[in-house]
């Protein structure tokens, strides 16, 4: 999956597969703190880039048209949801985060409290701002690594995250992940629930498993 790593004083680069790929290197020569990152990132607007808390950076390339799909089915039902409830705010797939250890991190879906998000400071919420969202989704797509996403959820909730949903849509199945308890594997389930922490919040996976 990974088609070049390179290495240079401060971090390292993990390109993944894409027919034209150019990247500003130059930026890379120096460690770079949130906010040279947050604009690294806004160069290389066609891809999607994070850094663990080591300063390792990925880069992967837009996602396959099903993944996609499953994405849009996704974000539509919980934004009904988000937005009739009105006690937290709903981010996309694009978004990014500043967590507290440091890693920069864009969950396929996201949610935080509002009284959480209206205490990060406005300026800061104009770029990655630094917090953790309350509930993630991530989406497993061909390509992705098991291993790679079950860490990564692990680390959300290392960082605050009450709630989580790992949707690995290949294999139909669902891993919820809760502060203080094992993770929960759902084989082929038709609804999930957000309860307690998303009041009334149920996701059909019919339109998901397509």
């Known amino acids: 999956m990974v088609t070049t790593a390179t290495k240079n004083r401060s971090s390292t680069l993990l390109i993944y597969p894409s027919e034209a790929l150019e990247i500003d290197f130059g930026t890379l020569l120096k460690p770079m703190d949130d906010d040279e990152f947050f604009y690294f990132c806004q160069r290389h607007r066609d891809l999607r880039i994070e850094m663990d808390k080591y300063g390792e950076i990925t880069i992967m390339s837009p996602t396959g048209s099903e993944t996609g799909g499953v994405n849009f089915e996704l974000s539509v039902d919980f934004g009904i949801w988000a937005r009739a409830d009105g006690t937290g705010k709903g981010f996309d797939s694009s978004t990014g985060f500043v967590l507290p250890n440091g890693a920069k991190r864009s969950p396929d879906l996201s949610w935080i409290k509002l009284e959480r998000w209206l205490a990060v400071p406005a300026e800061k ?65 038709a609804e999930v629930y957000g309860e307690p922490l998303l009041r009334g919040f149920v996701l059909q996976m019919k339109a998901l498993w397509g």
């Not at 690594?145 to 139909?172: F, P, R, T």
């Not at 929960?184 to 389930?189: I, R, T």
């Open 125 to 189: 919420r104009k770029k990655f701002a630094p917090i953790c969202p309350d509930f993630v989704v991530e989406l497993r797509s061909e390509s992705d690594s098991l291993n790679v996403l079950q860490a990564k959820m692990l680390e959300y909730l290392e960082n605050g995250a009450e709630l989580g949903w790992l949707i690995d849509v290949k294999d139909k199945k669902v891993y919820v992940y809760r502060q203080h308890t094992a993770v929960q594997v759902l084989e082929n389930p």
